[in-house]
């Protein structure tokens, strides 16, 4: 297979996550693997075909991650043709180049439905992404698996719901790894106005309900193609646990990771979701759940796997990549 990982920034990759395990999976089983960054593209110069100026990534025995990242950046670029590629794997985050290079933020949608029309296979589908990106898409699942919500740019309607719900959390409809996410605990909370200003700044905002438990961190499921990731029996999940009195639990906010053992409860929310992720072409993304319910879909460029290999020694990524090659070259 003829794999590409596209990333912000290939110069900024960082060796521990999760897209360097993958291509470090994919590389070790033998495929042609290559890292292209978002501004490494070019179209109309070679007969109409997408080129990019590409990084190989080569697998060599005894190769850490750092050791197989740090030969990927140090290569230099090839060019090629992007549209002979077997599959694209999204990998960059929209949301990082929002602020300094707003330019490059929709990029990776846009260059992977080019693909996907030439008959690449690319995930996750990037003519679905962008609704799956945002929060919103969590709205588009059974009420009974996710919490009260409202989806605003009015203040007043942040207050009135507040009020009704009580207990609630605040945060960007479009956001990541923690940022600008509070806790409200009723309309009458002292700081309300000033955490909805701040929340606005980045567009429209999402208020949830609280759910209890949640104090207590979340957990963190990997779903491949609709179903829970495993690997010889061994589910890529952990517990997300904040720190202090921070009431965020991502890892990038300072939580800490532990074991997880998988529940009734929680294989019944991936079965509710597990056909429309399947048709919405979510391939390969993490679900947050607090209890009996989901509180947010992670769609791009999902990460965690670090914490699976360190809470249960094992390696789950190569399960991603075997899958990933068999789709592929059933469309070849």
Wanted: charged content about 30%; glycine content about 8%.
């Amino acid at each position: 297979m003829r794999l590409a990982f596209l990333v912000n920034d290939v110069a900024t990759e960082i060796d521990e996550y999760t897209t360097t395990r993958l291509a470090r999976a994919a590389a070790r089983a033998g495929n042609e693997v290559w890292y292209v960054g978002v501004c490494d593209l070019a179209f109309g110069e070679s007969d109409g075909h997408l080129m990019a100026r590409a990084h190989a990534a080569e697998f060599e025995n005894g190769d850490t991650l750092e050791t197989f990242m740090e030969r990927v950046k140090e290569r230099d670029a090839d060019r090629i043709v992007m549209d002979d590629l077997d599959a694209l794997f999204l990998r960059n985050e929209s949301i990082e180049d929002l602020q300094e290079r707003p330019w490059a933020s929709p990029l990776g949608v846009v260059f992977g439905q080019m693909l996907k029309d030439r008959g690449v296979t690319v995930v996750n589908d990037p003519s679905s992404l962008p609704r799956a990106t945002s929060k919103l898409y969590l709205e588009e699942f059974p009420d009974t698996i996710r919490p009260r919500s409202l989806v605003t740019r009015d203040p007043q309607a942040i207050e009135r719901f507040a009020g009704e719900i009580g207990h609630c959390v605040v945060k960007p409809l479009y956001g990541a790894r923690g940022r600008k996410v509070f806790m409200i605990d009723d309309d009458g909370d002292a700081n309300l106005a000033q955490m909805t200003e701040t929340v606005l700044q980045d567009g429209y905002a999402i208020v949830q309900e609280f759910v209890e438990g949640g104090e207590n961190g979340d957990a963190r499921i990997f779903l491949l193609d609709g179903q829970i990731l495993e690997r010889d029996g061994q589910p890529a999940a952990f517990r997300r646990i904040p720190r202090g009195n921070d009431p965020r639990a991502n890892i990038s906010a300072g939580g800490r990771s532990v074991a997880l053992e998988i529940e009734d409860t929680q294989r019944a929310i991936a079965e509710a979701m597990s056909k429309k992720l399947a048709a919405d072409g979510m391939y390969f993304v993490g679900i947050d759940v607090i209890g009996d319910k989901v509180v947010e879909i992670n769609a791009e460029s999902p990460g965690g796997m670090q914490s699976v290999e360190r809470l249960y020694d094992i390696d789950i990524c190569p399960t991603v990549i075997e899958n990933l090659e068999r789709r592929a070259t059933s469309k070849r």
